[in-house]
């Protein structure tokens, strides 16, 4: 997105979701078996989770126009194929050349 805003601007969903909320829905689309636990807070953790997006809409003219539950498909399915691209590709270095020692033939 080009644009000669300077300033911060939150992008993001303006519908307010619980960390809990996120998790469960994870683990659903993901097809989890996983256990959710629950940790004590971050001392800094923001309680609120709907971020402003007033001068996204004003400065850039940007609003969300993917649904939540499609934009969590669509990045599951990226990390999924990228999981399986790395797995299927692994780098595996190419061995260094033998050295021969000065005075010595290779077909000795």
């Not at 909320?21 to 807070?41: D, H, M, T, Y």
């Not at 997006?53 to 499609?70: D, F, N, T, Y």
């Amino acid at each position: 997105m080009n644009s000669n805003v300077s300033s911060p601007v939150n992008l993001g969903n303006p519908e307010e979701h619980s960390i809990l909320e996120f998790a469960q829905l994870i683990k659903k689309l993901v097809g989890s078996g996983s256990e959710i636990q629950f940790l004590s807070e971050a001392q800094d953790d923001p309680q609120k989770r709907k971020p402003d997006i007033k001068k996204a809409k004003l400065l850039l003219g940007w609003e969300p126009v993917v649904p939540l539950e499609e934009g969590l498909n669509k990045a599951i399915h990226y990390f999924r194929k990228e999981l399986e691209y790395q797995a299927n590709n692994q780098y595996i270095p190419k061995p260094k050349p033998a050295r021969i020692k000065k005075g010595r033939s290779r077909h000795n």
